[in-house]
């Protein structure tokens, strides 16, 4: 929600200038972008490995705690721990250590399970990106469909009906949603099981209420957006000149106000990947979500860090594809080396 | 928004629109009449949590800790109004009691993001050059990672205090603030009156004090208000998750739960308290989107 009420309110902060440009702009623009993508996943290891490993809680005591309960070892075996795992050596050596290892995509192992942090997290990533991608697909055609809705209707009792969507959408707390939705459709109507991951009927409810978030955000960027490119001269010429309002905001309005969709879509990505850790938790389904909640639970600070490099890559895989995008569907913006792209 | 002119405040009047008004800006007092209404209901639950929160004992007799075994799990009803949950503890009570640890580290995670976001953006607004794109590029790092994650990765490091979950959700709006704070800064400073007072002499500190803070303070409040919003699902959902107070003390998410055992035959121990958070939540969304169209000037 935060960085789309951002996107409302502080809008662009570059301006972009609009020529003609040829390929070389935008090779150099590419390769500007890729490299602050890979700045920022450099800076993401870098800020988790200083969260994660300076600060004052030490992996090896976290180690040694969890074997038997309580427990504490002797000094001689917590040392033995450190010098296997390397904690003993200079921080800057274990930077380096870790930063090697990450770029061979080998994150270390558990400390809860001794699997390789990369096994982990891949292994819990298909019933996640199930539940986050049919919760986006859904959270779209909800949200485009209410905004649209709202601006096509002549009828004001109806359009201040589905303007109310949006706002209740960003103020529900995820886990609240989830189990209203389990309270009701599995507890008191029965129509689909309350937990597990078996198929479609369970795969509904955690959908919905991964969905509903961002398609109120969806909503409430595109109807503002909707709203302001209909007062324009050219909707009201293509209004005047008799056309159909059907073709009207189907073609002239929807097509201009359809761009701001897209910054939401690119920041929402970890809006959903975070939503899973409580939708999971909620619904008791395995997947990255849940591996978040037990790693930190068990203080895993490997299976944590990785989980958090891989939600970067991710974001700004995305973000960089949307980026891409904005040259391609609208053609007044052209790449303007370096800076952001803006509408 | 999708304007590339630059903006520059002329004082309250806002400019008039290019086009005509249309049939729904003309028929302003119906409309104007509900957005009072609306507001002046949100203003009142703000003002009951507030109320909760400062003195609880004024709108609950009940103990939020220890209950009446007798009385467990009983339906809302007049003597409880939001039912008991499986240790007969008046859940209104724990509600009202839990509110002022759920408020307070809502607000301190909002004071967290918006000094440190506001000090990231004015120096990166002001300073420009190398140090603006520092910062900036911090704030993308913080922005790539999703806010619910770094809170987790603070709270694993530094436990489960009011104020470990506050800056863990604080650090979530830094980002937001300091690019929205960088935004304005960079707008003001490009007005006529700021070089005019650059022009005739004005030290830096004073135009920063005189002239670009109180005009670009709008949007910031405005966002504040909406970032308290946000901070209050992030913290109760935080706190539903296990990371906030430890377990007999109430709080509003972990009320919920543990409510959520009890689904099948309890439903007002997650039912009555969430409906509180979204009341709240949505009641402070209302009154941030309306200081937004005060003072946001967007």
Known sequence: MTAIETALLAGPDETVEVSPRGRRTLTRYLLGRIGQGVFVLWAAFTLTFALLYLLPSDPVSIMLNIGDSGSFADPEQAAALRAEYGFDRPVIVQYWQQLTGVLQLDLGESIRTGRAVTAEVLAALPPTLVLAGSALLLAVILGVGVAFLAAYTQRDGLRRALLMFPPLGVSLPTFWIGLMLLQIFSFELGWVPAVGNAGLSTLVLPMVTLAIPTAAAIAQVLARSLFSVSRQPYVQTAHAKGLPRTRVYGHHVLRNAALPVLTVLGTSVGGLLAGSVVTETVFSRPGLGRLTQTSVGAQDIPVVQGIVLFSAVVFVVVNLVVDLLYPVLDPRISVHDGSRRSV | ?298
């Open chain 2, 1 to 298: 928004m999708t304007s590339t002119v630059p903006r520059e405040r002329t004082g309250t009047v806002s400019p008039a629109p290019a086009t005509p008004p249309s049939r729904a800006q003309r028929r302003v007092r119906p409309a104007t009449v509900r957005r009072q209404v609306g507001l002046a209901l949100a203003i009142l639950v703000v003002l009951v949590a507030v109320g909760w929160a400062l003195r609880p004992a004024w709108f609950t007799g009940y103990d939020p800790i220890i209950g009446v075994p007798l009385d467990k799990l009983q339906a809302p009803s007049w003597n409880h109004w939001f039912g008991t949950d499986h240790l007969g503890r008046d859940i209104f009570s724990r509600m009202v009691h839990g509110t002022a640890t759920s408020l307070r580290t809502s607000l301190l995670a909002v004071a967290f993001g918006l000094v440190v976001g506001c000090l990231l953006g004015v120096v990166a607004g002001y300073a420009g050059g190398w140090a603006s794109d520092a910062i900036m590029r911090v704030v993308d790092v913080l922005l790539a990672i999703p806010s619910l994650l770094l809170s987790l990765v603070i709270v694993t490091v530094l436990g489960y205090g009011t104020l470990d979950v506050a800056i863990a959700v604080g650090l979530g709006a830094v980002a937001t603030f300091a690019r929205l704070v960088r935004a304005e800064v960079v707008r003001v400073r490009r007005s006529a009156y700021v070089e005019a007072s650059v022009g005739v002499g004005t030290r830096w500190p004073v135009v920063l004090i005189r002239h670009v803070v109180p005009n670009s303070s709008g949007p910031v409040l405005a966002l504040a208000a909406l970032e308290i919003g946000a901070a209050i699902l992030a913290v109760s959902a935080l706190s539903f998750l296990g990371y906030g107070s430890p377990l007999p003390a109430p709080e509003w998410g972990s009320l919920v739960a543990e409510g959520r055992n009890y689904l099948a035959s309890a439903w007002w121990l997650t039912t009555l308290p969430g409906l509180v958070v979204v009341a709240l939540v949505l009641a402070v969304n209302r009154i941030g989107r309306a200081v937004g169209r005060e003072w946001g000037d967007r």
